[in-house]
């Protein structure tokens, strides 16, 4: 049985529009880990007309700062990891408020990894599995729709932070969080560190790494 005639058994019909809903969660999620680093800190603090910290942070203590809280996000260190940091003065660098937020950031973070790992682990079974069992050009197929249904999807949400972010930022948080944990003063740590220019900045760039991967498959795929 060749790759074309093994493609059109339902079976693999079924594992193939799976695949094109991996593809969208791949991207999207690996996009995501790669702005887990300190290099997209150091890029966005970087941008032009970054709003500066006007309770005093300078460049340089914000990315130290901010690169121990998401050192937080990524170890498997408790709250205390966080709790027991201090200014030159004595005083917490978080209040508790902040604190109970970052527990639920992490929570979501390492979530948001797993699924990650769980999806690029399929896409290569199913890879090795279109290989082995003679249905290449189904997976193939898969692929690319995955790549055009990234563009669809990521496409529209980048349309809606450009046009209302504040009502997305908003949205965001009511999935993945209890209504009233997530906002803070202006004084306070997380947001002298992440203000809003920083979260629009990053689903632009997490939305722009996915569109880019989403066309690279539909286009590169696509049947000759």
């Excluded at 200014?87 to 929570?107: A, C, I, Q, T, W």
């Excluded at 529209?156 to 209504?179: E, K, N, Q, R, Y």
Aim: aromatic content about 16%.
């Amino acid at each position: 049985m060749n790759s074309i005639e093994a493609g059109t058994r339902p079976v693999y019909q079924l594992l193939s529009w799976l695949l094109t809903i991996l593809v969208p969660v791949g991207l999207v999620l690996t996009a995501v880990r790669l702005l887990l680093t300190p290099a997209f800190v150091h890029f966005e603090y970087r941008t032009p007309n970054f709003p500066r910290d006007f309770f005093g942070f300078s460049r340089e203590e914000r990315l130290y700062w901010s690169q121990i809280a998401l050192d937080y996000l990524l170890n498997d260190e408790g709250i205390d990891f966080l709790a027991d940091l201090r200014f030159p003065d004595g005083s917490p660098v978080y209040n508790e408020r902040e604190l109970v937020h970052m527990v639920d950031v992490k929570n979501v973070v390492q979530a948001v990894l797993r699924v990650w790992y769980v999806s690029l682990a399929g896409l290569l079974v199913l890879g090795l599995w279109a290989w082995r069992g003679g249905w290449l050009e189904g997976y193939r197929q898969g692929l690319a729709r995955g790549g055009w249904f990234t563009l669809l999807v990521v496409g529209t949400v980048i349309l809606f932070v450009l046009v209302g972010f504040g009502f997305f930022f908003v949205l965001f948080h009511g999935v993945f969080f209890d209504p009233g944990t997530w906002t803070f003063q202006f004084s306070d740590t997380l947001i002298r560190l992440f203000p809003e220019r920083f979260w629009r900045d990053a689903f632009l760039v997490i939305g722009s790494i996915s569109v880019l991967g989403g066309l690279a498959l539909a286009l590169g795929l696509r049947r000759k």
